[in-house]
């Protein structure tokens, strides 16, 4: 509904139920990508998809993700998710206190989008989760989307970003199939019908919607960070 999947909270009970990180890891970014697909393609459906900052953001977000995992030794986590923590709440409280007022842009700041898209692949792929929550409000605000175009818009780049980054997991044997099984079960049906519900519901009722997620989440990533 939001043009999130929201494996950062997800992420957490999969760890529970394979009792391995990194299996869980591999298993919940399969989980995201395939929630993800499914909304996308509501999403795509209902004409919410904007495919030339699709074209634009998708690249640099696959690269930065390759990039994060390539130098996620080499940085502290919990200062990852510090930071994290810190842009998901601003961002956060931004969409919920600030007058809620459809502004969606004319020309696109299509640089603007695929510069920001590269840096939240590279935290992203450094922490081991797609981070849809950094990459949406960026789509809102810095590119000019409105929420509706900027939730199939997420979706789709999510979805690219989750499939890349399952194929090295399932690679390396760093996924639980039973669970994802299970996973699956529950996400696709539930990414498409969160997307059929989006088309329902006002631009101020989603704003402040993302807005309250994005604090939720962001006090998760803080209390990973502490």
Do not use: C
């Not at 019908?193 to 807005?211: H, P």
């Amino acid at each position: 509904m939001l043009g999130l999947v929201l494996g950062t909270l997800r992420l957490p009970l999969i760890v529970l139920a394979t009792g391995s990180p990194l299996s869980a890891a591999g298993t919940n970014i399969a989980v995201s990508a395939a929630a993800a697909g499914a909304g996308a393609v509501r999403h795509a459906r209902e004409g919410r998809v904007d495919w030339r900052v699709v074209a634009w953001t998708a690249p640099p977000s696959v690269a930065g993700a390759v990039a994060g995992a390539l130098i996620s030794d080499d940085v502290s986590e919990s200062l990852l998710y510090a930071v994290i923590a810190v842009v998901l709440g601003w961002s956060g409280l931004d969409l919920v206190l600030r007058p809620i007022k459809p502004r969606p842009r004319e020309t696109l700041r299509l640089g603007r989008g695929a510069g920001l898209s590269f840096l939240v692949g590279v935290v992203g792929g450094a922490v081991g989760v797609i981070l849809g929550t950094l990459r949406m409000p960026a789509l809102v605000r810095s590119v000019g989307l409105d929420v509706r175009r900027a939730a199939g818009t997420n979706l789709v780049v999510g979805f690219v970003l989750g499939v890349a980054a399952f194929a090295v997991y399932a690679g390396a044997g760093r996924v639980d199939w039973v669970i994802l099984a299970a996973g699956l079960a529950g996400a696709i049906p539930g990414g498409w019908l969160g997307a059929r519900a989006t088309g329902r519901l006002s631009e101020n009722v989603l704003r402040l919607a993302l807005g309250i997620v994005l604090v939720v989440v962001a006090l998760a990533f803080a209390v990973q960070a502490l």
